[in-house]
Each structure stands twice: as C-alpha cells, then as structure tokens.
C-alpha cells in the first residue's frame, strides 16, 4: 500500500468514525427532548387527575432512570468507537 492509499484510507475511516460520533450525539439530543416533552405532557395530563403530586413523581422519576440508561448506553458506545482504531497498513 503506497503513501496516498495510507491517507486515504486513514480519511475515510477517520470521516466515518465522526459521522458515527455525530449520530450519537443527536440521539442524545433527541433522547433528553423526548424525556423534557413527555414530562411535560405528563405533568399537563396529571395536574387534573391527582390529588398530590407523587403520581407525576414516581413516573418522572422513572422516566430519568430510563434516561440515565440511554445516555449510559449512548456513552459506551461513544467509547467503544472512539477506540476504534483506523487502520493503517505500513508495506
């Protein structure tokens, strides 16, 4: 493999390791918009239906331990694509 092949495919795999981390970060993004939305609607829902509170907080709460599990899923992978190595072939 010459020089101009090595840096070629260093770039590729280099571009698609970061397209791979953007994904990530936009499912994060969309994960904690979905978490903030829903409990919103939840509240909204909730505030006619119960006496106290402690309805909307057992289900907030729940909720944010599903979404601290998301982002630790989406952490993980992060890392296990940043140690990813880009191949390069010295010949």
Excluded at 62 to 88: A, G, S, T, V
Aim: charged fraction near 45%; hydrophobic fraction near 30%.
């Amino acid at each position: 493999m010459n020089e101009e092949a090595i840096i070629k495919t260093y770039q590729t795999t280099r571009k698609r390791l970061e397209e791979q981390e953007d994904e990530l970060k936009v499912a994060r993004k969309k994960g904690e918009y979905l978490l903030d939305d829903s409990l919103e609607h939840l509240s909204y829902i909730l505030k006619d239906l119960a006496l106290d509170g402690e309805p909307f907080n057992q289900a907030r709460r729940e909720m944010e331990q599903e979404n601290h599990y998301f982002l630790d899923e989406l952490e993980k992978e992060r890392k296990k694509k940043k140690k990813q190595k880009i191949p390069i072939v010295l010949k």
